[in-house]
């Protein structure tokens, strides 16, 4: 049973557009969110976090949005640059239970096309 | 920047043989992870340690072991590769803070003839 969900494989964005992926989770006792970058050959780079008592969390030209009661989570990019095309995955962890695993969805593909 | 660094980057290697991974952070993290990666999959979790001598099995089983004897190594052993170890294996890292991101290193993509 996969407990984070990204359910657009990919993605196409003009450049200097908005980019907008998404992710679904099934566990209401999540209460940590990250947003993950990862180019070819390389490890996940950490973008953006939002703990579940946050709606909001902005950080330069990316925003993560939460809605807990829909258990779902999206990250906005403002502006999209052709840098930013990679594969992003977003994860979930409860650190309330004092596991602290973080569970990461499949990844969407952003391309950013110039 | 996290400080985490995984060798060898590239790994070919025959069916049996014995092969360690080696992980190491140098920022103090009591938390380590090894996630297992296939192309288009998610990151699955395979083992854990929440600080020296602590080591937990994660959600995917795996032939895999783990030992943490120094808070800044944590390597994975594989006793006799297979070609359905084939896979990009992610180490990670963690404070003990609440709330704190992971820290990957850049991988291991280790490849079983």
């Known amino acids: 049973d996969q407990q984070v969900k990204q359910n657009s494989p990919s993605l196409s964005v003009q450049e200097g557009r908005i980019s907008i992926l998404n992710c679904d989770y099934t566990?209401?006792?999540?209460?940590?969110f990250l947003w993950y970058k990862k180019y070819p050959a390389e490890g996940p780079t950490f973008l953006i976090s939002?703990?579940?008592?946050?709606d909001k969390n902005e950080d330069g030209r990316f925003t993560v949005f939460l809605n807990k009661s829909a258990k779902h989570l999206s990250l906005h990019i403002v502006p999209s640059q052709p840098g930013d095309s990679a594969v992003y995955f977003c994860?979930?962890?409860?650190?309330?239970?004092?596991?602290?695993?973080?569970?990461f969805g499949t990844g969407t593909r952003l391309k950013v096309l110039a | 920047e996290a400080d985490i660094y995984q060798t060898p980057r590239y790994l070919v290697i025959g069916t049996g043989k014995k092969i360690t991974l080696e992980c190491s952070q140098t920022?103090?993290?009591?938390?380590m992870y090894w996630y297992q990666q296939d192309p288009g999959m998610e990151l699955h979790l395979i083992h854990y340690s929440y600080g020296v001598n602590s080591t937990e099995k994660g959600d995917l089983s795996s032939e895999s072991t783990v030992s943490r004897i120094r808070t800044e190594h944590f390597p994975l052993t594989l006793e006799s590769a297979r070609p359905s170890h084939t896979s990009q294996y992610l180490c990670?890292?963690?404070?003990?803070?609440?709330?704190?991101?992971?820290?990957f290193g850049n991988g291991t993509r280790l490849t079983v003839t």
């Open positions: 994860a979930a962890s409860d650190w309330s239970s004092g596991t602290y695993k973080y569970i």
């Open positions: 920022m103090g993290h009591d938390k």
């Open positions: 990670a890292s963690s404070e003990s803070l609440y709330n704190s991101p992971l820290h």
């Open positions: 939002i703990s579940s008592i946050k």
């Open positions: 566990n209401s006792m999540f209460d940590y």
